[in-house]
């Protein structure tokens, strides 16, 4: 069947398959499993206590919890009682909160966890609506999973027609979530999705690409209330593919050996943390065995997919039986895996390493506002083109501005950002091309064409000589070093391009003990370190010499601190929030360019 409303998908897996482990969280040392029944059965459950507890079509339905079944639980029921799902990550501070709990209209709030009550809990008099609460876990004191089972259960009877005849009349075109974009500069925008935008996203995915199979198990630890890895979600469901979700981020390895995952989620963060791990791995090898370990890592940074000659592909076989297999065992144990990177694009020497290693990165690219996917690549059909995003969904039709603002249409747009039609009017021309505001252009090669992002149209900042420097080409260049951790390029409207840059400073310490010298004590000391800043010094040296003139990085100030969500220098996507960042090092950047302060 093709779907066009989310909760089709509960017809399509109950109609062709059983599955007792559809969906699994942790419990102790084993999991906690439930099968396609229960799903749907909870469903209908939650649906019919939404209704019976007095909420009606429309309202807003917030959820604030960690990825667990009780997510999807409650994802599809809200849906079959025709309400609007918005979900919120749990991270996000009082102020958002506050700001998002009252601009969505919020009329309930399912929490997961105590942890995640407490964190929360101070906003709830200043929310307008004063929404009813419910938790997940039990929690004193307030009303828990279990009463709304126990209500759904009780009223399903009486609300079963409601819930039938909202499956047969929620138009493709109702608003089916509203996701608050985490942005990098200002308050959030809240996206409204329809069941049409969502749909025609993951099923087109689901008809061409078919990333995993019925007998596939899936790892879960990216946030399920955002959009990228929601969809992917979604798609798995109608394959019939199982989700067992994560613990905590801490237990991603334990958790994926254990279940022995075909796959997983991730944004190009992770897989720089998994490179850098699996290159630490060779330095606990020892003579011949360490020299054939960073000879088949050096082959797998230069991984060529589309070299057939035999020798090279016997030398890659070869490097497989001793190293890469070796790599997939200690992950999941599979022959290979299956994994869909968004949010960003990866170092092409860590998506050639996965790719030599038989762990098959989907790397796509799209926006909340696109519900999301506007390119993915196809590895497993040989369509791939490293340095790129991948090729056009079928759905989904793309331009270039003049300036080359990449801009795309169809049935995957975003109806709208709520309560702000001016805003929605700015980014969605009267064409209908949504404006993405990112760089791109199409590289072509033998197997098609495919989409390349170059940066960002609101980072580009031109020097006061008048050139343009595009800052994420420079910054990315820089992170594929193992000695940089994060960076900042600054300088717009001066002379020259600097940088902020945060040191890896585990790295940086290994290295000089290596070359028998003195390792600084505390951070702040090895910022100041002049071995430590002539380490990073070489690093934007090697860089330089690919940059023109204009963009080469002429000074550059070390920083003690790590950057992360909880601190405000990433967004929840691991996206560089640059005015925080400006903000934060405002003196650093006066003092680079022998600024005094107005």
């Not at 993951?202 to 008809?207: D, G, S």
């Not at 990216?222 to 798609?235: A, F, I, Q, S």
């Not at 759905?395 to 080359?404: C, I, L, N, P, S």
């Not at 064409?431 to 993405?436: A, I, L, R, S």
Request: charged share 25%.
């Amino acid at each position: 069947m093709v779907p066009t409303r989310i909760f089709d998908i509960l017809d399509e897996i109950s109609s062709k398959y059983e599955k007792p482990d559809f969906f699994a969280e942790r419990e102790g040392d084993g999991w906690k499993t439930y099968s396609i029944k229960d799903y749907v059965n909870y469903s209908h459950i939650i649906a019919s206590a939404l209704l019976e507890i007095g909420l009606v079509e429309g309202d807003k339905i917030v959820t604030i919890m960690n990825n667990r079944p009780a997510w999807n639980f409650f994802d599809m029921g809200i849906m079959l009682a025709h309400m609007i799902h918005v979900p919120v990550y749990p991270t996000l501070n009082k102020l958002e909160f506050e700001y998002i709990l009252n601009h969505c209209d919020c009329k309930c709030i399912i929490i997961g966890t105590e942890a995640i009550y407490k964190h929360v809990a101070p906003v709830f008099p200043e929310v307008a609506q004063h929404p009813l609460v419910y938790s997940v876990d039990k929690i004193e004191g307030v009303a828990n999973m279990d009463e709304i089972i126990k209500i759904g259960e009780q009223s399903r009877e009486k609300w079963a027609a409601t819930i039938e005849n909202n499956r047969k009349n929620i138009s493709t075109d109702d608003t089916a979530t509203i996701i608050y974009t985490s942005g990098t500069t200002g308050r959030s925008k809240g996206v409204m999705l329809t069941h049409k935008n969502i749909c025609n996203n993951f099923y087109p995915i689901v008809r061409d690409y078919q990333l995993l199979d019925y007998h596939a198990k899936m790892l879960s630890f990216l946030p399920l209330c955002h959009v990228y890895e929601r969809t992917v979600n979604y798609h798995y469901q109608f394959m019939g593919v199982s989700h067992y979700y994560a613990k905590s981020l801490a237990t991603i390895g334990k958790d994926m050996h254990d279940m022995h995952a075909d796959g997983f989620c991730a944004v190009p963060r992770v897989f720089e943390m998994m490179y850098d791990k699996l290159y630490q791995a060779g330095k606990n090898q020892t003579g011949i065995k360490k020299k054939i370990y960073y000879w088949a890592f050096d082959e797998a940074t230069k991984y060529d997919h589309y070299n057939k000659n035999p020798f090279y592909r016997f030398k890659i076989s070869i490097a497989d039986k001793l190293v890469y297999s070796k790599w997939r065992e200690a992950l999941s144990g599979k022959d290979e895996m299956t994994v869909v990177s968004g949010g960003s694009s990866i170092p092409e020497k860590v998506i050639r390493l996965f790719t030599a290693a038989k762990v098959r990165v989907y790397e796509g690219y799209g926006l909340t506002e696109t519900s999301p996917v506007i390119a993915v690549n196809h590895p497993r059909r040989n369509i791939i083109k490293f340095g790129c995003v991948g090729v056009i969904l079928p759905t989904v039709q793309v331009k270039f501005a003049e300036d080359g603002e990449i801009l795309t249409k169809g049935p995957c747009v975003m109806k709208g950002y709520y309560k702000d039609e001016a805003l929605t009017k700015e980014v969605i021309d009267e064409d209908g091309w949504f404006h993405t505001g990112d760089i791109g252009t199409m590289v072509k090669d033998s197997q098609g064409e495919y989409l390349k992002i170059t940066d960002r149209k609101k980072e580009i900042f031109k020097l006061s000589l008048g050139k343009y420097i595009a800052p994420q080409v420079i910054e990315n260049k820089l992170k594929t070093s193992e000695f940089i951790d994060n960076l900042m390029v600054i300088g717009e409207n001066e002379k020259f391009v600097s940088a902020i840059i945060v040191p890896s400073l585990k790295k940086i310490g290994d290295y000089l003990q290596s070359q028998n010298k003195q390792v600084p004590s505390t951070r702040e000391e090895m910022t100041k370190s002049q071995d430590v800043i002539d380490v990073i010094q070489k690093e934007v040296d090697k860089v330089n010499e690919s940059l023109a003139d204009h963009e080469k990085i002429k000074r550059f100030r070390l920083v003690p601190d790590v950057w992360d969500i909880s601190t405000g220098e990433l967004s929840q996507t691991l996206k560089l929030k640059r005015k925080v960042v400006y903000q934060k090092y405002d003196s650093i950047c006066r003092e680079i360019y022998y600024q005094t302060k107005e």
